[in-house]
């Protein structure tokens, strides 16, 4: 604000507020060039802190402030976009019914054990992998297969974590729990490619190794 409406009586304030926004900004990003740095590694965090400390140093610091800003806010960005479709995958299986002691039991998914007996309604996600003991149902495997036309279940067939039942019922012997599923793999596949890297980025990144410094 003191910044647009530019007045002259407010310059000492509006420059001491903006420097302290860079550097409070810039500090995060500095301590991750840094450690870039111990490995050799020339990152945008230090081609941002260079920009910063630059524009400290020449008096531009509007231009500082706002550098370090977008950084920021990109990077939250980012992380939120990540977070958000790890959230999104994972709540697909939250709860399920396991079959302890004779009594029907609502735990969380992640608290189902190998060989406990899950039972699965009409409507409800599969929050194992497992073998049908009894029970017949039509399974929409699409989250896993991606083929639309739901597969019939009978004993001694194979469920898969991820996957809704859309007519029937199954009771079903937890095979894989948690982290082993079939849909936990792919819920870790999702991320890892989200965190890779394309051949054309690693190739803009090589090209910025060089190019970048010599700008």
Known sequence: VLWVTGAPESLLLRHGMLGVAAVVAGYPIAINAIQAIRFRAFSIELLVTIAVIGALAIGEFVEAAVVSFLFLFGAWLE???????????????????VLRDGERVTVPADEVETG????????????????????????????????????????????FAGTIIETGFLSAEATRTGDDTTF???????EEAQETKTARQRFLDRFAKYYTPAI
């Not at 049908?132 to 039509?138: F, H, I, N």
């Not at 936990?184 to 999702?190: F, G, H, T, W, Y």
Request: charged share 25%.
């Open 79 to 97: 992380a939120r976009s990540l977070e958000r479709t790890r959230t999104s995958l994972a709540e697909l299986i939250d709860l399920a019914t």
């Open 184 to 190: 936990a793999r792919m819920i870790e596949l999702v």
């Open 116 to 159: 406990e007996e899950v039972i699965i309604m009409t409507g409800e996600r599969i929050a194992v992998d497992g073998t049908v003991l009894s029970g017949g149902a039509e399974v929409s495997e699409a989250s896993i297969t991606g083929e639309s036309v739901p597969v019939t279940k009978a004993p001694g067939d194979r469920v």
